[in-house]
């Protein structure tokens, strides 16, 4: 969109890319905007954001939608990971489920499901409690046979070449299983000896150690280790013979929110620099939504979508809409008479009401119209959980 000039900005324009980059003055304070084909991004306080809302309609711009950001622990991530936003996962299936069915007696448990995880991506394996998730990664490790179809691990399936598929996976269950009175070091000394793949056992140590970030503490025996910290020594366990594919069933269990930080970067690190699968089951959607960039959700032993995280978590026309103004009272008056069956929801300094996204530019003018100072906007958009518990029917996840 155009941004006609308005008198008291004084302007500084020059291009980055495809972007065009504005510095101004509103009143007090230097802004900098970025703004791009369909959107204006500014960083000011939040004082202001009345003003400009104002000026705006003043001016004939219709504002369609405004969305203010804080920095929460997704946006950390992502500042972590910058430059990355361009990966691209390739689509290299590490593992394929093939019309995968269970049944005990009469009764099926998994019902013919099909789904693959790419080289270099992680898969999110979300359903509730009892729907077939820890059952379909104990047929991928041949712990318990499959009715019908296959599993293919590198292109093996894992009931003919079951030596050779399995080879090339890793995997923690829950908690790692470690010897408490040896140090770390011993430990993976212990599990190195295991595999036939490990010529240089030393130098594989020292990468699989830089690699979860354990090389502080060693040589420390694992009984002083935190729980976090033993996480990351069994992930060093499972990464010693190059697996292509890491299985992880509930691997933030009994993490701290700092733990859990450092086992989501680890993993993220390994999809994207080592080109490792990851498939993880676990109950805490909130870190599956930062983590994955995939989800399968599974309910009574059915596979009910398979979507990236973006596909899964897409604006939807309908926003629920939360408006913070000067005169509640006369704003829910206002509103009501533009949409007259339509709920609002008043509390003490804000109205909020459901709203399909088209009809955000009318508010914004009839409240400038009416003499209603907006001081912000929130649009409330529903997270892993709420498309989980819709997708599921309200079951939540154990």
Known sequence: MKIKPVEQFENITKQDGNNTIITFDINEGEVKTIINEKSIQIVM???????IINKFALEAIKVLDTEIETKNLANKFLEHNEGNEGNI??????????NITKKIGNKTIIDDITFNINEGEVFGFLGPN??????TIKMLFGLISITEGEILINGY????KFETAISKVGGIIENPELYKYLTGYENLLQAANMYKNITNTKKRIDEVIELVGLDQRLHDKVATYSLGMRQRLG???ALLHKPILIVLDEPTNGLDPAGIHELRGYLRNLAEKENIAVLISSHQLNEMELMCDRVGVIQNGKLITIQTMCDLLEKEKVSRVIFTVDKVSKAKLCLENMFKNQATILKENSIEIDIDTDQFSEIIIKFVQEDIKVFATETATKNLEDKFLELT???KIE
């Open 393 to 395: 029917g309200g079951n």
């Open 235 to 237: 992930l060093a366990q």
């Open 130 to 135: 009892g729907a077939g998730k820890t059952t």
């Open 89 to 98: 996962i390739v689509t290299i299936p590490v593992v394929q489920f093939k």
């Open 157 to 160: 399936d894992n009931k003919k």
């Open 45 to 51: 306080d939040s004082a202001h954001f009345s003003n």
